[in-house]
Structures are given as C-alpha cells and as structure tokens.
C-alpha cells in the first residue's frame, strides 16, 4: 500500500519561499512519477509540477521560473521548492504519484 505524507507548508509573505516535502512508503517510488498538485477554494485541483523517475519534469506556466521540483529516490521523497511566493499560490498543496495515490494535502497561504 502506498502513503504520502506532505509536510513543509504554512503561512508566508508574498516574494517568501517554502519548500514542500512529500515522503513516500511503499515500493513504487523509483519508478513512480511524481507529482504536486494544488486546490485553491472555490477551483478544480491542477497540476503544478510532475516529475519522471529519471528527473524530467514539466511545470504549469504559473510555476515556470520560481518553483522546483525535484526527487530523492534514496530517501523516497519528491520536494516542490517554491520562491517569489504570490497570494494567488494560496491553496492546498498534494502530492501524488501514478495520478492514482494522493497525499493528504499540506495548506500553503501567501498573505501580508
């Protein structure tokens, strides 16, 4: 059975950073792409980075230039480093992998 647990996220400024952590049990991590994903009240969930089991990763144009994401396979964590933080990055913020197993969400708020 696979678990996600995603840690990292709270309350920040905007232009702040934060740095999401999601660890995975299980035996599929290695070769498992990987995802973050985020809910905004009131919006459908959508994607905001994925990455390959060989590191290729693909990001939503509002991510473009200030997050990273990136994976630990020795450590079966996938991290979304996120810089130049707006309000509109508000949400709640999901790990996934396989578009099949899902996180339980860490809430991520960008407010003065």
């Known amino acids: 059975q696979v678990q996600l647990v995603e840690s990292g996220g709270g309350l920040v400024q905007p232009g702040g950073s934060l740095r999401l952590s999601c660890a995975a049990s299980g035996s599929i991590f290695d070769s498992s792409v990987m995802g973050w994903y985020r809910q905004a009240p009131g919006k459908e969930r959508e994607l905001v980075a994925r990455?390959?089991?060989?590191?290729?990763?693909t990001y939503a144009d509002s991510a473009k230039g200030r997050f990273t994401i990136s994976r630990d396979n020795a450590k079966n964590t996938v991290y979304l480093q996120m810089n130049s933080l707006k309000s509109e990055d508000t949400a709640v913020y999901y790990c996934?992998?396989?578009?099949?197993?899902w996180g339980q969400g860490t809430q991520v708020t960008v407010s003065s």
């Open positions: 990455i390959t089991p060989n590191g290729g990763t």
């Open positions: 996934n992998a396989r578009l099949v197993h």
